[in-house]
């Protein structure tokens, strides 16, 4: 069996195959709620036989929030509407999963497709979606012509590990079985480990464990709240791309610390911290991503899962087969085709007759081929 197609346990998990649907916000939500977007949205992915199926972003506080349209779990009644779409991820034999997070001095951006800009007076009066205030570990803004956030409270930052851990709980209480922290891309939780955005000379900044303090003061929050017998990664930038800012040696020390907090996966994407210079060293390529994986990996001694710009089988089947990484996720790839992993395993071997396919769309498929292979059409 092709690497890829190995399972994968990870605590009391086990996953069928290597592949993972990135979280993809869809801005779909309203007041946080899901809804049937969420669920045929995730649900294609695990028909499509991705082993894990990550929700998107889903914020811990309201003014944490990316955008109005992002999933939240800062409140109980935001479960139920989830409940649908993990029963339905589960049951296709896929696990599912959750990506938690907080915007920090992201947040009150407008969706992509509204200009990916901060949301002003404008906003309210065409769709009734009003700026808030946002909170970062320092004063500084995201990039030019953002507003100012409020540097956080000691209050204020103990409220927000509270949350991860309060998410965490509803999390597990919406029938999710794995939770990453989304720590990469500029959000909050990056933003305290960069130098780019965390200025503070108190113990939440400062050195590189001054500023790593805040990650893992959620990992504990949240393992305090999450079963034991259930998986949490960490979605990390290896680097910043700028000088100045997280090298991949910083994220190897994170991901150690991590490790002892009961993290289990470190998921290595990169970039996003904003500031005033564009990132001066990234180069895009196919799995352009996957060295930091596998750095992160062997330095660390933690499990890795590689991610970006990737979607060729035998490509992610060597990340695997190498040792490189022992995850891919895939993201806009899954969004051209939801069904990749099932082509995955018939181009490198895996699935033999369509087997792995749901029997609805499987049988038909399979008599088809033999059909077509018998008349010799194609
Ligand atoms: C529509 C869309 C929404 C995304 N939303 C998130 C998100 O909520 N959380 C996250 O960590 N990354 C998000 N990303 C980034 C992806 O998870 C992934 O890391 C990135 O797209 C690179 O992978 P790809 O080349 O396979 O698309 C998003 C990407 C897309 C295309």
Not at 55 to 77: I, K, Q
Not at 100 to 129: C, I, N, Q, Y
Not at 228 to 236: A, E, H, K, N, V
Not at 325 to 352: K, S, T, Y
């Amino acid at each position: 069996m092709s690497a890829l197609f190995q399972p994968l346990t990870l605590r009391g998990v086990t996953l069928k195959n290597r592949i993972a649907v990135s979280p993809m916000s869809q801005y779909r939500a309203k007041n946080g709620y899901a809804n049937a977007w969420h669920l045929v949205h995730l649900g294609r992915f695990a028909i499509g036989g991705a082993g894990l199926v990550f929700a998107e972003a889903t914020a811990v506080e309201d003014r944490g929030r990316r955008t109005h349209g992002d999933l939240g779990l800062w409140e109980d009644g935001q479960i139920e509407p989830l409940l649908p779409v993990t029963e339905f991820i589960a049951a296709e034999n896929a696990v599912p999963s959750i990506q938690l997070g907080h915007a920090g001095r992201k947040a009150s951006e407008r969706r992509p497709w509204h200009g990916e800009t901060p949301v002003t007076e404008e906003d309210e009066a065409a769709r009734g979606e009003a700026p808030w205030q946002a909170i970062a570990p320092s004063a500084l803004p995201y990039a030019d012509g953002w507003p100012d956030p409020t540097e956080m409270s000691e209050a204020d930052i103990d409220g927000v590990i509270r949350a991860f851990g309060q998410a965490a709980r509803r999390s597990a209480e919406a029938g999710f079985k794995v939770i990453e922290v989304y720590a990469g891309h500029g959000f909050l939780v990056h933003q305290f480990l960069s130098p780019i955005a965390n200025r503070r000379t108190d113990k939440w900044g400062g050195d590189a464990a001054g500023r790593r303090r805040f990650a893992v003061e959620v990992a504990r929050s949240i393992r305090a709240n999450w079963p034991d017998g259930l998986p949490l990664l960490f979605r990390l930038s290896a680097t910043d791309w700028v000088d100045g800012g997280i090298e991949v040696e910083d994220t190897v020390e994170t991901a150690r610390a991590l490790a002892a907090e009961g993290v289990d996966m470190i998921d290595c994407t990169t970039g996003g911290i904003g500031g005033r210079d564009r990132p001066q060293r990234m180069k895009l390529e196919q799995g352009f991503q996957v060295p930091f994986a596998e750095q992160v990996r062997r330095e660390a001694g933690i499990p890795t899962m590689a991610v970006g710009f990737l979607w060729d089988s035998s490509v992610c089947n060597a990340a695997i087969a190498d040792g490189q990484a022992d995850m891919i996720a895939l993201a806009r790839e899954l969004l051209d085709d939801p069904n990749w992993p099932l082509h995955a395993a018939a181009q490198l071997g895996a699935d033999e007759a369509h087997a792995m396919w749901p029997p609805e769309s499987g049988w038909w498929l399979m008599k088809r081929a033999r059909l077509v292979e018998k008349l010799g059409l194609r």
